[in-house]
């Protein structure tokens, strides 16, 4: 159904893009790009090159799959030494890579690179240098090995220079083995910091490099390269992006010597250099690249297969570029049974490069990167894997990141759990594993019989109540130094919906029902349409919270107008009256939505931030009071379609919608979407994109919506 793979092309004169296919012409240096693995590691880094985050590296490796990630490769610096290139004679140095120190302007981008392509499992830089002797064209592509945990970088040199003397190309790594949150501060690492080991085998040259604090060795093996030992450490790199969110911005990296060949007159070679965690041989390129290739190609396939075969080719390459991009949250995760044994399941990462997998974020985004795309099979793995987690009657809020224990502060994920394991069964037409039955009956009683972070169902009413002032359990979650800058403990009206919709999902997965569920469920929906709606603008309240100092039971109504009532009605079978769903969709619309996202509060109320910027406390006190996420379109454009009836005009809004979401594919994070972007256009009319650069839910909901839309 797809004859190739979506691909990201920009081509770039004077340093400025002159042309982009995949979307919008708006690619430049700085815009970002990363290659997962597949297991939780990922190559990332910005067009130019230029490393601006503690998280750019050419090999980020998981050590313990998908967590415990250690920056192992950050970069190589790459020099080009031109006997006579330059003006009068004199000789041309340049470098492909350029780094930003501290006390130095901030480095000239590459005046050479023509061309940058970012394709599934590689991206492609061509240089062009033009001296005063000829030509050099450089060739330059960095492969990510597709679940393996190593990358490739090869150079295809091609001479034209009119002179007896050869071009000199110096490759030196740069490395740091460390933590990927933390940085080797300066002048806390020194050359026997590292110990080295030469490799020397047929056709192969190269460097083995370990570090005291890390498990792994890095083996640094080249063909076509010459090896020369030569530690040293470069001292103060600093990070434009760390610098700007409040971070420490500087480290220093450890260089082990240099790889090196010469090019002669009109010749043309072909160099690599494979980075891998440990000694094992050499990595099957081809094998990898086929295997992320054709699973791609698959989910793509079916993906338009789910939409109906849609006749508009703008949709279908939406839908390509959409699944492309969801692949790369896929990962592996290491699993202990019963008998010890380790053994591989799925998880979900919730954003790529500083999340892990996270319950809810797995939840919510699965529909639209497994079920939409027909991956049924890891759709029950990943759902497995965190049944097998669930402790008070919970899945975790995250595992740790770190390799601990997991963390339970979470009210919704699972009750979306429970979503998830009908939408499957839905989905797939196939019969629940009874585990999995048995995982949902015992979230329902534990929520029923109450549990830890006070969740439990108020008897009075029959809703679901949590937290106190101490506590964030709902996605609105941001808590820094014991301030919760959205405080919603109570009765949210997004977990409301989510324990209706939990409990009829439940009443459909089989006869057998343990408890009186549907009793539960009346009585929480007639208490959702007694006590939550005629909120602010005419939809529904966002939170009741109990009143404390008073003798008798009384609950305060929220003010504040936020998307979380979306649910009530994005989901199906919460059962909110199409009088209130259209006051609802009435009341977000006007106020919240924007074509990048919602709003997470209503632009007139005193705590609305404008724009995601500052110290952390203050990056944190936006994350939820007027920041745009784009995941909250999904729940908006199901609403929307559900309540006209899937007309014609819903499903051309969510497609326009969902169009002008994939082209910001094209923009600061190539072939992704970020997590946020700030609440207010900036002068150009361009929302600001901000937080995390690849956002699983981003790109989900999107997907499972556009596809959606097209079923009707």
């Known amino acids: 159904m797809l004859d190739s793979l979506p691909k990201w092309v920009a081509r770039f004169r004077d340093n400025t893009a002159v042309d982009a296919s995949c979307g919008s012409a708006f690619l430049d240096f700085s815009s970002e790009w990363v290659l997962p693995d597949g297991l939780g590691g990922f190559a990332m880094g910005s067009i130019s090159g230029l490393p601006m985050r503690r998280y750019h590296g050419l090999l980020c490796a998981s050590l313990s799959p998908p967590v415990c990630r250690t920056m192992m490769l950050n970069a190589f610096d790459e020099h080009l030494h031109i006997p006579q290139g330059g003006n009068c004679g004199l000789d041309l140095d340049v470098r492909l890579t350029g780094f930003q120190f501290q ?58 220079l009119d002179s007896d003397q050869s071009i000199e190309i110096q490759i030196r790594p740069l490395v740091s083995m460390r933590d990927f949150h933390e940085l080797n501060a300066p002048g806390s690492i020194h050359i026997n910091s590292y110990e080295m080991n030469s490799i020397k085998e047929p056709a192969v040259q190269g460097v083995r490099i370990q570090r005291e604090e890390i498990s792994a060795t890095l083996s640094l093996r080249a063909i076509g390269l010459e090896w020369e030992s030569g530690p040293c450490v470069w001292r103060d790199i600093v990070y434009s992006h760390e610098s700007q969110r409040g971070q420490d911005d500087a480290e220093d990296l450890f260089s082990p010597g240099a790889f090196s060949q010469f090019v002669g007159r009109n010749e043309a070679k072909s160099l690599s250099i494979e980075a891998t965690i440990g000694s094992s041989p050499t990595v099957d390129w081809n094998s990898c690249s086929d295997r992320r290739k054709n699973r791609v ?47 591989v399941s799925t998880s979900i990462l919730a954003g790529y490069p500083w999340f892990s997998d996270w319950g809810r974020d797995t939840m919510i985004a699965l529909p639209g990167l497994l079920l939409t795309t027909g991956r049924f099979d890891e759709a029950d793995n990943a759902l497995h894997t965190f ?72 008897e009075q009413d029959g809703l679901v109540t949590a937290g106190d002032e101490d506590t964030q359990l709902t996605w609105m979650d941001a808590l820094r130094d014991g301030v919760a800058f959205t405080p919603r403990h109570g009765k949210a009206i997004e977990i409301n919906a989510l324990w209706v919709n939990a409990l009829e999902c439940r009443l459909r997965m089989s006869d057998r029902n343990p408890r009186a569920y549907a009793e539960y469920c009346d009585r929480a929906k007639n208490s959702i349409h007694n006590k939550m709606t005629n909120g602010p603008a005419g939809g529904l309240v966002d939170c009741l919270s109990l009143l404390t100092g008073v003798e008798i039971h009384q609950e305060a109504r929220s003010d504040e107008l936020r998307p979380n009532q979306l649910f009530a009605l994005s989901l199906p079978m919460v059962g909110i009256s199409k009088e209130h769903a259209g006051n609802t969709l009435s009341a977000v619309r006007d106020s919240l939505l924007t074509p990048v996202g919602m709003r997470t509060l209503d632009f007139s109320h005193p705590d609305y931030c404008a724009n995601y910027q500052g110290s952390m406390t203050d990056r944190d006190r936006a994350y939820h009071n007027g920041t745009v996420w784009p995941w909250l379109l999904g729940p908006y454009c199901e609403a929307s379609l559900r309540y006209s009836g899937f007309s014609t005009s819903a499903q051309r809004e969510t497609q326009a919608i969902v169009l002008g979401l994939v082209d910001q594919m094209s923009g600061s994070s190539v072939g992704q979407l970020f997590e946020i972007y700030d609440a207010e256009p900036d002068g150009t009319g361009l929302f600001a994109p901000q937080g995390c650069p690849a956002q699983a839910w981003s790109i989900a909901e999107a997907l499972r919506v556009l596809v959606m839309s097209c079923k009707a």
């Not at 240098?129 to 990510?144: D, E, H, N, S």
């Open 103 to 160: 006390d130095q302007d901030p480095p000239i981008i590459n005046p050479y690179l023509v061309e940058f392509v970012k394709e599934v499992d590689q991206l492609v830089w061509v240089f062009s240098i033009p001296t005063q002797l000829g030509r050099v064209q450089i060739r330059k592509t960095l492969t990510i090995a597709d679940h393996y945990g190593g990358c490739r970088v090869e150079y295809e040199i091609e001479s034209g």
């Open 387 to 458: 049944a097998a987690a669930i402790e008070h009657g919970l899945i975790p809020n995250r595992f740790d990141d770190a390799g601990g224990s997991s963390h339970y502060n979470t009210v919704d994920a699972s009750l979306w759990f429970v979503y998830a394991c009908y939408q499957w069964k839905v989905e797939s037409k196939k019969k629940l594993d009874p585990k999995l039955i048995h995982a949902c009956d015992e979230i329902l009683g534990a929520y029923i019989d109450g549990t830890i972070n006070k969740i439990g169902v108020d």
């Open 297 to 343: 190609l698959s989910s793509i396939d079916h993906a338009i297969a789910n939409a109906g075969n849609p006749e508009d080719k703008s949709i279908r390459d939406a839908i390509a570029q959409l699944a492309t991009a969801g692949d790369g949250f896929i990962v592996d995760r290491e699993m202990q049974s019963q008998d010890s044994m380790s053994k």
